[in-house]
C-alpha cells in the first residue's frame, strides 16, 4: 500500500519558498502570512519526521533530506500546472501541414487517422508522402515525419523510432515456394527499397553475403518494395513500424528470425518557430503518444532456421521489438526507409 502524502498546502509552501529564496517571498507569492509559511513548513517538518531547512545560517539552505525531496515536489507541481494549462486552452482548430516517410505515412500513419480527428475534430490535415528534409526550410510545412540520421541543423528534432529490419513475403508466395533456408532466397525475387545496403546488412548478418542472387527490383522507397511483396512477387525487407499491421492480419509473414538495426530512424522535426504553436503541438504529442499506446510486437510467421556459415547468425538479435541504436549523426543522411 502507497504511504500516505504530506498536506498539500505545507508541500506548497515548501516548493514557493525554496524557488522565491525566502519565507517572505514565498509568503507573498502565496498571499499569506510570514507566518503562515513558517508554520506550514514546521508541520510539513513534522509530519515528515525530519528538518527540511538549517536553522541559524544567514541564507535559506535546505538539509539532505529537503534537498531530496525538492525535486519530486517541483516535478509534481509542474504536471500539474501544464495539465490545468492544456485544460484551460481553447479548442484546437486550423490547418497542419505534415511531410511524411511514404511507407510510414501509407502503412502506419493513415489507418491511424480516425483517432486523431476523432481527438481533434477540427484539425483539417495537408499529407505529403516525402522523406525530403527540404521540407524543414518550407513555411508550407508545418511537420516533418523523416528517416534519417536526425542532423538537420537550427530544428526541433526529437527521435521516434528506431527500427529493425527483416525478410518479410505473402504467404501465398512461400506456400508455394517455400524458404527452408536463408540460401533459397536465391530462389526469389528481392525487392530493394534502397540502393542495395539495407539488404546487403542482413545477408552479411545471416553468413549469406556470397549467396548467389536471383533477379532484383530496385524501388524509391520502401512503401513500393512491401506493397511488391503483399502481391506476391518476391521477399522485400519489412521494419518494426511499416510491417507490423499487415505481420499481425497475416498479410505478410517472417520467413526468418533474423533482424538487424536499420541504418538510420524516424524522426519528428519541425522548424523552431513552429514547435510552439498549438495545433503543432497536439499533433506531435499525438504522434508519440499513439506510438507508445498502438506499437504491437510483430509475431513471425513460418519462422526458417537460419543455416550460414559458421553459425554466426545465433548471434544476431532475434527479437522483432529490439530498439535499434542510434547512429552518430552523419553530415551525409541516407533516405533508405523512404
Known amino acids: 500500500m502507497a504511504s500516505r502524502l504530506p498536506p498539500l498546502n505545507p508541500l506548497r509552501a515548501f516548493e514557493a519558498t525554496v524557488r522565491r529564496g525566502s519565507v517572505s517571498a514565498a509568503a507573498r507569492e502565496l498571499s499569506v ?25 544567514k541564507r535559506l539552505k535546505l538539509t539532505p533530506q529537503g534537498a531530496l525531496l525538492l525535486p519530486a515536489v517541483t516535478n509534481a507541481f509542474g504536471e500539474i500546472a501544464a495539465a490545468t ?52 526550410r518550407s513555411l508550407d510545412t508545418d511537420v516533418c515525419v523523416l528517416y534519417g540520421d536526425g542532423n538537420w541543423p537550427d530544428c526541433w528534432t526529437r527521435l521516434w523510432s528506431n527500427l529493425q529490419l527483416f525478410p518479410v513475403a505473402s504467404p501465398t508466395l512461400l506456400n508455394s515456394r517455400p524458404l527452408r533456408s536463408v540460401r533459397d532466397l536465391a530462389d526469389h525475387t528481392l525487392f530493394h527499397g534502397d540502393d542495395g545496403r539495407e539488404w546487403n546488412t542482413w545477408l552479411a548478418a545471416a553468413d549469406a553475403i556470397d549467396m548467389p542472387r536471383g533477379p532484383q527490383h530496385f524501388m524509391s ?6 506493397e511488391a511483396a503483399l502481391h506476391g512477387q518476391g521477399i522485400a525487407l519489412g521494419d518494426t513500424i511499416t510491417a507490423s499491421s499487415l505481420i499481425a492480419r497475416g498479410d505478410l509473414v517472417v520467413p526468418f528470425g533474423l533482424t538487424v538495426p536499420a541504418n538510420h530512424a524516424f524522426y519528428v522535426a519541425c522548424r523552431q518557430a ?27 510467421s513460418a519462422r526458417m532456421p537460419m543455416r550460414g ?30
Not at 522507397?221 to 512491401?226: H, I, N
Not at 532475434?318 to 523512404?338: D, E, G, I, N
Open 33 to 57: 502570512t510570514h507566518g503562515a509559511i513558517s508554520h506550514q513548513i514546521r508541520a510539513l517538518e513534522e509530519a515528515l519526521g525530519t528538518a527540511l531547512f538549517e536553522r541559524g545560517g
Open 85 to 136: 494549462a492544456l485544460m484551460k486552452q481553447p479548442e484546437t482548430r486550423g490547418d497542419i501541414s505534415i511531410a511524411c516517410v511514404p511507407a510510414l505515412l501509407s502503412l502506419w500513419l493513415l489507418p491511424r487517422l480516425p483517432s486523431f480527428t476523432e481527438h481533434y475534430p477540427g484539425v483539417r490535415l495537408k499529407l505529403v508522402a516525402s522523406n525530403d528534409p527540404e521540407h524543414l
Open 221 to 226: 522507397d520502401a512503401r513500393l518494395s512491401t
Open 274 to 300: 513552429a514547435r510552439q504553436t498549438p495545433i503543432v503541438k497536439v499533433f506531435i504529442d499525438w504522434l508519440f503518444a499513439t506510438l507508445e499506446e498502438t506499437l504491437p510486437e510483430p509475431q513471425a
Open 309 to 338: 556459415r559458421g553459425g554466426r547468425a545465433a548471434d544476431a538479435h532475434r527479437s522483432l521489438s529490439a530498439p535499434a541504436p542510434r547512429r552518430p549523426a552523419s553530415s551525409q543522411p541516407r533516405k533508405t526507409r523512404a
